[in-house]
T-cell receptor, first 111, second 114 residues
Framework: QKEVEQDPGPLSVPEGAIVSLNCTYSNSAFQYFMWYRQYSRKGPELLMYTYSSGNKEDGRFTAQVDKSSKYISLFIRDSQPSDSATYLCAMPSGGSYIPTFGRGTSLIVHP | DTGVSQDPRHKITKRGQNVTFRCDPI?????LYWYRQTLGQGPEFLTY????????KSRLLSDRFSAERPKGSFSTLEIQRTEQGDSAMYLCASSFKGKDTEAFFGQGTRLTVV
């Protein structure tokens, strides 16, 4: 079992929809949770990170952590075609806190 | 541009040749990571440096791969005797030790082995 699991999608939604992207993880020691956005043929771009449980909001993006279920989510409100990308969750892993990534979920927002 | 810089952006090489990639991290960052990403997968950890010391290597990093960060600034990743299975995007990232939640990536080097 991989430490971090993500459904690869693709997830296709109409413009303006609320998008929910999710990850599950196996290591209960994870404390920090990161979301990256990656456009085709580009490097990943850090969107936001959260610590432990709870919500964090940044503009149209909300990150949510449920440590009891080992489940994290990224919500995108009022989705735009420019949000079309692959969204990767990541968690610093091991004693060296090396970011460990899920495989990413491909999101397509169509006009 | 003060972000992470990688060179070259693209590399096509024949099987059996050696290739070397360069990464220039954000200047004040003391941690530098190398990852490999194949189509439809997330980045997979290869190795990382704290300053000039290479502190951890993944099992993915076979003996054909070597990485250096001689002065704790830029880093190079060399692949010897390339194989078709080495075709991938090679990503470099950097962060502050203690702020590993903020790891910033370069645009990657796309390697194609023919």
């Amino acid at each position: 079992q991989k430490e971090v699991e993500q459904d690869p999608g693709p997830l296709s939604v109409p413009e303006g929809a609320i998008v929910s992207l999710n990850c599950t993880y196996s290591n209960s020691a994870f404390q920090y949770f990161m979301w990256y956005r990656q456009y085709s043929r580009k490097g990943p771009e850090l969107l936001m990170y959260t610590y432990s449980s709870g919500n964090k909001e940044d503009g149209r993006f909300t990150a949510q952590v449920d440590k009891s279920s080992k489940y994290i989510s990224l919500f995108i409100r009022d989705s735009q075609p420019s949000d079309s990308a692959t969204y990767l969750c990541a968690m610093p892993s091991g004693g060296s806190y090396i970011p460990t990534f899920g495989r990413g979920t491909s999101l397509i927002v169509h006009p | 541009d003060t972000g992470v810089s990688q060179d070259p952006r693209h590399k096509i090489t024949k099987r059996g040749q050696n290739v070397t990639f360069r990464c220039d991290p954000i200047s004040e960052h003391n941690r530098l990571y190398w990852y490999r990403q194949t189509l439809g997968q997330g980045p997979e950890f290869l190795t990382y440096f704290q300053n000039e010391a290479q502190l951890e290597k993944s099992r993915l990093l076979s003996d054909r791969f070597s990485a250096e960060r001689p002065k704790g600034s830029f880093s190079t990743l060399e692949i010897q005797r390339t194989e078709q299975g080495d075709s991938a995007m090679y990503l470099c990232a950097s962060s502050f030790k203690g702020k590993d939640t903020e790891a910033f990536f370069g645009q990657g080097t796309r390697l194609t082995v023919v």
